[in-house]
């Protein structure tokens, strides 16, 4: 009797001690997930344990909380973006993880309504909610769902989505809701991109939409093509809608893009039809799905069923089970980037997995080695992350053999043997032997390629032909090269060698920027080298630089700044300037093509501008020569103020040097 009581008052204790722990750890996880966008695991763990919760909740009520993650939408609010309220709350979706949950969801509705209600089937995007406010027929500003009852302002990123009309014909306030997202193939460009500058790849597409859309940088918003689909208002005035089918008309009439997949049902057969299809053809979408949302037709209806604490009581989310396999790790090599960014990656046993034979794994970087506590021949679980790269999401350790061998990061350069770096705050480990022979390689077919420097003839055949000859190292080498030496090589006509010395002379001319691109700077992409020469404009500036005056540079963050100071600081590489600039090589930018009306001057806009865009305005001064600086400081001369400007106001006004101006008097200076 007394054991049976105690027995009872220790399970009910553990059951609080779960319940707070659960709580705890979907916290974290909600806290990496929408404001780190940072994930450790994935959408069906995760979904999984908040299904456990909510279990143990209703068995328990006595535990139950008004702050618990079950009632409460999930918050992506960083504290850094403008906050404002959503005029009409944006909730979040109830799951169901089979078709009899679904069944019985809407089995429940037709038993109080006497009849089975019309429903609307809609593809569940995996991106990142949105809201935009009309008012007048134009954009006023957009949020993201933040905590559902405000959220973060992303207007000037916003404006760069091309398909969100700036514009619409309907005149009234209206609140409207949607998901962007980054369409697969886009996507699956990004991260070739990143793996390509030595950047840490995104995890999945709805990772990337989400960290792209709460960038400070707008131009590199706009670089990356996010697209959007709409399926909902939240306020909207001067219009009545009865149905949801008439409400994706009503955004399409608007130009709206709306998805063309969705469909009206009115039975069970039709939904399970629907979602059978697409759990089956997902991955032949252009976009990413991760399940069905389905939503009652009728807006009397839905507003007599109306809301749960965080979630409309007339619709449903059904997810699809995550495409997750087993398989044996056979090893793990450790392959070095033209960067010189050691990258691990995994050999499967073959699995099919979403449609391919996936034989290989992403396996990120070291301190995810450390994480899965890899061993050799472990069986691991695979997925398909963004359904493009496979990646090895766990380990199942009971299965170990024992006496596996653990996988560890190297300490040393797999190819050349030098000792591996981490880079400062970040989870790359680096071969900083620039003369390390994988590097070599990648680092001259780079500086060759079009993209860069473009020496038309020198590819990557003809670049390993030359360095196992013996005739180039470096990069510098490519302006001293022995072309005689070259025409006796294999397979060298006279004519191809004289091409090839045209090219490489005539690539001394090429642009300064594609230059400091071809360099392979770590974290430097094409991008970043326009915006590095526009500011700096000659070699000189760069090698004298510091990472002070790197992060004046709007779109320079503290890891490239510090890349670059190591770049120029690297004896070798000034000697490779140097030897450049000896064989004629120009190191500068022709200042030509530039206008000259804000020259040597500098500017920093803040607030929203009526006729230009953050991205216009940038360009429109750059273009006459003026140069836009990150932040307030002595270094400023003018800044620009628009509607709902920030606290950059406050600062400049205490710097005699900063000039405060309007919109109409940076339109007359660039006139
Ligand atoms: P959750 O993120 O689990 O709270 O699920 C709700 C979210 O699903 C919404 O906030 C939307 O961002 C997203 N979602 C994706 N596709 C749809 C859709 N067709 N209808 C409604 N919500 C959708
Ligand atoms: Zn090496």
């Not at 091309?162 to 209206?174: E, L, S, T």
Request: net charge negative.
């Amino acid at each position: 009797m007394q054991e049976d009581f105690f027995d009872k008052l220790e399970e009910v204790e553990d059951i609080e001690r779960k319940i707070n722990e659960l709580r705890r750890e979907i916290e974290r996880h909600n806290l990496l997930y929408y404001q780190k966008t940072a994930p450790e695991i994935s959408d069906f763990e995760y979904d999984r344990m908040v299904k456990e919760l909510e279990q143990l909740e209703a068995e328990y009520p006595q535990y139950r909380q008004e702050i618990s993650p079950t009632v409460k939408v999930s918050s992506d609010l960083t504290g850094e973006g403008q906050v404002r309220p959503h005029l009409e709350r944006m909730y979040s979706l109830d799951n169901a993880y089979s078709l009899e949950e679904v069944q019985a969801f809407f089995a429940k509705i037709a038993l109080e309504e006497g009849a089975y209600p019309q429903v609307v089937l809609e593809h569940k995007l995996d991106g990142f909610s949105i809201n935009l406010f009309y008012e007048n027929g134009q954009l006023q500003y957009a949020t993201t769902r933040g905590n559902g009852f405000e959220g973060e302002d992303v207007t000037t990123n916003v404006r760069t989505i091309a398909c969100i009309p700036q514009k619409i014909d309907f005149r009234g306030r209206v609140e409207i809701r949607g998901e962007i997202f980054f369409p697969v193939a886009e996507f699956a460009r990004m991260n070739a991109e990143r793996e390509e500058n030595g950047d840490n790849l995104f995890a999945n597409p709805r990772n990337a939409a989400a960290g792209t859309i709460k960038l400070k940088d707008s131009a590199l918003v706009a670089e990356r093509k996010l697209t959007a689909f709409f399926y909902a208002t939240g306020l909207l005035e001067g219009e009545e809608i009865a149905t949801q089918m008439e409400l994706l008309k009503f955004l399409q009439d608007n130009g709206f893009p709306v998805n063309p997949e969705s469909r009206l049902v009115s039975d069970f057969a039709g939904m399970e039809a629907y979602c059978d299809k697409w759990d089956e053809q997902r991955f032949t979408l252009p976009w990413e799905i991760d399940g069905i949302v389905i939503k009652i037709n009728e807006r009397k209806l839905q507003e007599k069923l109306g809301y749960t604490a965080k979630s409309p009581k007339w619709a449903i989310a059904y997810k699809f089970k995550a495409v997750e396999k087993e398989t044996e790790l056979l090893a793990v090599d450790f392959q070095v980037g033209r960067t010189g960014a050691v990258t691990p990656r995994a050999t499967l046993a073959p699995v099919q997995l979403a449609g391919t034979t996936v034989t290989h794994a992403t396996l990120h970087n070291a301190d995810e080695i450390r994480r899965l506590d890899l061993h050799l021949g472990d069986i691991v679980t695979v997925i398909k992350s963004g359904e493009i790269i496979p990646k090895v999401t766990g380990v199942r350790a009971e299965k170990r053999k024992t006496g596996a061998k653990a996988v560890l990061f190297p300490e040393n350069c797999p190819v050349c043997g030098t000792e591996l770096h981490r880079e400062v705050e970040g989870a790359i480990y680096y071969c900083n032997n620039i003369d390390c022979p994988a590097q070599v390689h990648r680092r001259l077919t780079h500086f060759a390629s079009r993209e860069a420097v473009d020496i038309e003839g020198l590819g990557e055949k003809l670049v390993e032909q030359l360095i196992d000859n013996g005739l180039i190292k470096r990069i510098e080498d490519i302006y001293s090269l022995d072309f005689a030496a070259v025409a006796a090589l294999e397979r060298q006509a006279a004519k191809s060698v004289e091409n090839l010395k045209a090219a490489i002379e005539k690539s001394k001319l090429q642009k300064f920027s594609k230059l400091l691109f071809g360099f392979g700077i770590r974290h430097v992409g094409d991008k970043t080298a326009k915006v590095l020469v526009q500011h700096f404009g000659n070699i000189e500036a760069f090698t004298s630089a510091t990472v002070d005056d790197f992060l004046e540079v709007e779109e320079v963050g503290e890891k490239i700044a510090l890349s670059l100071v190591e770049f120029f600081a690297n004896e070798k590489n000034r000697a490779m300037i140097h030897s450049l600039e000896e064989a004629g090589v120009v190191l500068r930018q022709e200042e030509t093509l530039l206008g000259t009306k804000l020259a040597g001057k500098t500017f920093l806009v803040t607030g929203t501008l009526e006729n230009y865009s953050r991205q216009q305005i940038k360009s429109a001064i750059e273009a006459e020569g003026g140069r836009i600086l990150s932040s307030v400081s002595k270094n400023l001369d003018y800044l620009v103020v628009g509607e709902n400007p920030g606290s950059k106001v406050k600062k400049a006004e205490k710097l005699e040097n900063v000039k405060i101006i309007g919109e109409q008097e940076i339109e007359e200076m660039l006139k």
